[in-house]
């Protein structure tokens, strides 16, 4: 820049133009044109105070602006076009003289449209330099370039995506390579990288990919289910990048370019059959990259990444198990479908809408985010059922206690005749099931009758026969033969005869005016009153 300043400052004190000019440097011609140029504008020496030496040129030889009959392209329109796949300068150019024509004004030419543009570009890539607080910000990515490894019996190759973690403070990175960039080796990476560094950071900052970011907003991001809950789960938050911003994480950015030199490049002669070989060579190569010594300044990464490790937030004591999140829908049978299995749910919930969340142990289901019912998940051949009796209505309930045992037990709550008459009908039946109304309606007798009497009735009926039936239960009870008290026949040898058959009457029946062609139109049962 012409020192104009010291021109003007040594022509106040009458040295000649050819001594200035031999004294600064320039040409004669040169001095002459300054001081001519400050006589027309009326500048003199001294110059005021608030007079800067890029004010004094534009002054001196400003450009003299005339009002240009073209019209000016808007150029924040052109710049955010330019972002766009595809998009050139000529094409826009194109678009801009046609719109012109339109309208009847004169474009510029295409090599002026070009430099205004690259003026107005250069003003708009301004950076800023941002102090990061240590433990303050993870950024996250997936590199562009992949890795190879080779299927050990094909030989093909498959691409192997790196993921890569820097700490925004200190610039200490992690990497790992995964078979697919799925939500699962999302969630896997993010935990991974955590154990690496220790620690976790107030804040995430990934990109708008969909395994992040559900729904991109600039105001209000719709973040991954599961990618949120683990972010709670270690208490951090995720706030992406905004649309087409990577210079939000421009340190990540810089680090996948650097490693996929450091690492990917460097690599890529040689020859690796599992994804274990290759992260395990990984983690060689990461542990030089983040001990490489800083160009411009004291340290190294790793150095650097020691005084940030205590102002990270502490792991919890397990790691983050992964989960899936669906919906489903509560089926007439109070049970919802995961994988081909089916899990009970309260049955209040019958064709609700239920948010189901999946890990590797557990099913849960919420309802308007309040859990409402929890299994442990059925792995093996599908259609497997995991039911909770309570989940159940009243009347499901009470067939899903029908067994032996709950039916012994509740007989033997009335008494042990009972519970005798109760196994004798269960051990009747060649099948168990087929006992079960019977033994219900035996022991719904009590409601109807009373517990004593039921348990009378049924010693009477063991009295009679070893295996008694409900319908014998109840005809003792309907005609009340419970209540009636037996007979003691005092066996003598006058009767010794006859007591030994229960159907054969004594002479002292047929003295009493029956004739003997006359026979009893029933059995008679031993004990009971002749004459009733």
């Known amino acids: 820049m012409t020192k104009y300043r010291e021109i003007l400052r040594l022509h106040s004190q009458r040295i000649s133009n050819r001594s200035i000019a031999e004294s600064l440097g320039y040409s004669r011609n040169t001095v002459r044109k300054v001081l001519e140029r400050a006589n027309e504008e009326q500048i003199y020496w001294p110059l005021p105070d608030d007079l800067s030496d890029l004010v004094l040129e534009q002054k001196l030889f400003g450009r003299r602006t005339t009002a240009s009959k073209r019209k000016m392209p808007d150029f924040e329109y052109i710049h955010q076009e330019m972002a766009r796949s595809g998009v050139t300068l000529s094409l826009l150019w194109n678009e801009y003289r046609e719109s012109c024509r339109m309208e009847g004004s004169h474009p510029l030419m295409y090599t002026q449209f070009c430099y205004h543009y690259q003026e107005y570009a250069a003003k708009n890539k301004a950076a800023l330099h941002i102090n990061h607080k240590p433990g303050d910000r993870i950024e996250v990515d997936w590199a562009g370039d992949t890795a190879v490894i080779q299927d050990n019996i094909t030989g093909k190759p498959i691409p192997a995506y790196v993921f890569v973690a820097v700490l925004s403070c200190s610039g200490y990175a992690y990497a790992e390579a995964f078979l697919s960039q799925n939500l699962q080796s999302w969630i896997q990476a993010h935990v991974h990288a955590f154990q690496f560094f220790g620690g976790v950071s107030r804040i995430l900052t990934p990109d708008n990919l969909k395994t992040g970011v559900q729904k991109a907003d600039w105001y209000s991001p719709v973040i991954n289910k599961t990618y949120n809950e683990m972010a709670e789960y270690y208490g951090t938050a995720v706030i992406p990048t905004g649309v087409r911003k990577p210079t939000w994480k421009a340190l990540v950015e810089r680090t996948v370019g650097i490693l996929s030199t450091w690492i990917i490049a460097a690599l890529r002669n040689r020859q690796f059959f599992s994804l274990f070989d290759l992260n395990e060579t990984m983690k060689g190569k990461l542990d030089e990259f983040n001990k490489k010594p800083f160009q411009k300044r004291v340290g190294c990464r790793e150095s650097a990444f020691a005084e940030e490790r205590p102002f990270l937030i502490p792991l919890p004591d397990k790691p983050f198990e992964m989960s899936t999140w669906r919906v489903a829908t509560v089926q007439i049978n109070y049970h919802i479908a995961a994988d081909k299995m089916y899990y009970s749910v309260p049955h209040e919930y019958i064709k609700y809408k239920v948010d189901v969340r999946l890990t590797r142990s557990m099913v849960e289901v919420f309802y308007q985010n309040t859990r409402i019912a929890s299994h442990r998940r059925l792995y093996g051949h599908p259609g497997q059922y995991n039911t909770v009796i309570e989940h159940m209505p009243e009347k499901h309930r009470e067939y899903t206690q029908w067994n032996a045992e709950r039916f012994i037990r509740w007989a033997g709550d009335i008494g042990s005749s009972t519970q005798q008459a109760v196994k004798a009908i269960i051990a009747s039946r060649k099948v168990e099931e087929q006992s079960y109304k019977s033994c219900i309606a035996l022991l ?79 059995p008679i049962v031993r004990g009971e009153h002749d004459g009733e």
């Open 444 to 522: 719904k007798l009590a409601d109807t009758y009373s517990v004593a009497r039921l348990e009378a009735a049924c010693k009477k009926a063991l009295s009679y026969a070893a295996t008694p039936s409900f319908r014998g239960i109840r005809t003792i009870l309907k005609t009340g033969s419970d209540k009636r008290k037996e007979e003691t026949v005092v066996i003598t040898p006058e009767n010794l005869d006859s007591a030994a058959f229960a159907f054969t009457r004594g002479a002292a029946y047929y003295s009493e005016g029956q004739t003997a062609d006359r026979r009893p139109e029933g």
